[in-house]
């Protein structure tokens, strides 16, 4: 089939671009059906990750955290018909919990937004938890990119109230509002310094219930008890109430304040740069994760119920391998005698034995040496002793003598890169993976297919 210089089918490329152009043109039954392919990680994901995040261009991000029944919703409403007065497209991207049977999000599209339903400038989208600690989704990045694509001004982001969220979404948002209520006076008091930390501006809504003054005077007092001023930013406390309509255009002022503060004083670069990390460190640590997680066998289950290895070491392991699958795991060297070639590494060349044992399978003697202080992913060399002659390094020592015996690889997943070599014309030695040292299972291609060196992959 040919490819592109992507690298991908042309069908698939022109499929991707099509979706890219009509959320571009702002169909909002594409910005939907791309939501659903990041967020579920469906085939064609990535290709549509790449597009959107070259096409977007960045939108104001207003993170809006708080406990429940803070009113986050209800004044997210009001604020989103304010922008749209203005002539502002308006995302909203509001998290909820994850049904554990479907995924899904529980709420799905709730009723506190139907009355921009029917609003082509306006994109509300649910996206569940995904069992998260905090309130956020590690897809989030992803969803926010669509949006932007689609040519949003204002993105905003709400979270489930699990009291992690305001933390989270200091590295996502831009402008970080905390809202909360008179009624919750035992919350304000107790209220959490990363909520302190991370708020950019503090909302007492429901303002107009009777309790507003003391509400008011506390969060004041909480300001300035925990020194909470951010360099060059005073958090500024407001006073809105949703459900009349009140403060509403005065909290958008000081979301403006604090936008015109962000490019001013350099801030909103560094805050890029943070989210951009924390896309990175949330989708690195996803993939590892899923990776590592399909890669627990049988075999593996075997050894912890028998006691030969224990989770901690083998999730070590499993963790340090699939960090850096289908990298270098080692290169294998005959030798005659461990005892004589020892010296040579150990003292000369001052690499450290990380590990000496007999792999009876195999009939050989082993040493894994590595430079002093190097991690369990990083490449060793591994020296091998015949135990028998008759073995496989014996008779490659007969005729070869001592010298490169093999190159070895780490893989996330043996059995389907085992199938995938064989479908490519490079049948492994073994029908199936077999015990190697170290615990790992490993397999063997054939010297010719290596161009003189035999390849071993370790899984």
């Known amino acids: 089939m040919d490819r592109d210089k992507t690298g991908l089918p042309p069908a698939r490329n022109a499929a991707s671009a099509s979706l890219a152009e009509r959320v571009a043109r702002g169909d909002q039954v594409a910005v939907g059906r791309a939501l659903s392919i990041l967020i579920d990680e469906s085939e064609g994901s990535d290709q549509l990750g790449r597009d959107f995040f070259a096409a977007g ?30 002539g502002e497209k308006v995302g909203i991207l509001a998290v909820d919990p994850t049904s554990p049977w479907t995924g899904g999000a529980f709420l799905g599209d709730r009723l506190r937004v139907q009355s921009h339903a029917m609003d082509p400038g306006v994109f509300f989208r649910s996206l569940g938890s995904r069992g998260t600690v905090g309130g956020l989704t590690s897809t989030i990045f992803g969803a926010i990119h669509v949006l932007e694509a689609w040519g949003a001004d204002r993105i905003v982001l709400e979270t489930v109230g699990t009291g992690q969220d305001e933390v989270e979404i200091s590295h996502v948002a831009d402008t970080v509002l905390y809202v909360t209520t008179p009624s919750l006076g035992d919350e304000i008091q107790a209220m959490k310094a990363g909520a302190m930390e991370a708020a950019d501006i503090l909302v007492l809504n429901k303002s107009d219930l009777a309790e507003r003054d003391k509400a008011l005077a506390a969060l004041q007092e909480a300001l300035g008890l925990g020194g909470r001023e951010k360099p060059g930013w005073q958090v500024e406390v407001a006073a809105a109430s949703a459900a009349k309509g009140e403060g509403i255009a005065e909290l958008a002022s000081a979301v403006e304040r604090h936008r015109a503060w962000l490019g001013e004083s350099g801030e909103g670069a560094r805050r890029a740069k943070d989210q951009l990390r924390m896309e990175l460190s949330w989708l690195v640590s996803r993939r590892v994760a899923r990776d590592t997680v399909a890669a627990i066998s049988d075999a593996h289950l075997e050894d912890l119920l028998a006691r030969r290895t224990d989770p901690a070491t083998l999730g070590a392991r499993l963790a340090a391998r699939h960090g850096a699958a289908r ?45 002093r202080g190097a991690t369990p992913a990083e490449c060793q060399i591994e020296l091998l002793e015949p135990a028998d002659p008759e073995s496989a390094v014996g008779r490659f020592l007969s005729g070869r003598g001592p010298g490169l015996h093999h190159v070895a690889f780490r893989t996330p997943d043996i059995e389907a890169d085992m199938r995938r070599l064989s479908e490519g014309g490079w049948p492994p030695l073994e029908a199936a993976p077999r015990s190697g040292a170290r615990g790992h299972r490993v397999c063997f291609l054939h010297p010719k297919h290596g161009h003189g060196v035999l390849t071993e992959l370790i899984g």
Do not use: M, W
Request: aromatic share 6%; charged share 25%; proline share 5%.
């Open 57 to 86: 261009r960045r939108g104001h991000k207003l993170g809006v955290c708080g406990p429940p029944g803070s009113g986050k919703s209800s004044l997210i409403n009001r604020l989103v018909a304010h922008y749209r007065r203005a």
């Open 327 to 371: 990298s270098v795991d080692h290169v294998g060297i005959a030798v005659r005698s461990l005892s004589t070639a020892l010296p040579f590494y150990r003292d000369a060349l001052g690499l450290e034995v990380v590990c000496e044992e007999e792999v009876a399978a195999q009939r050989v003697r082993v040493a894994f040496l590595a430079p």
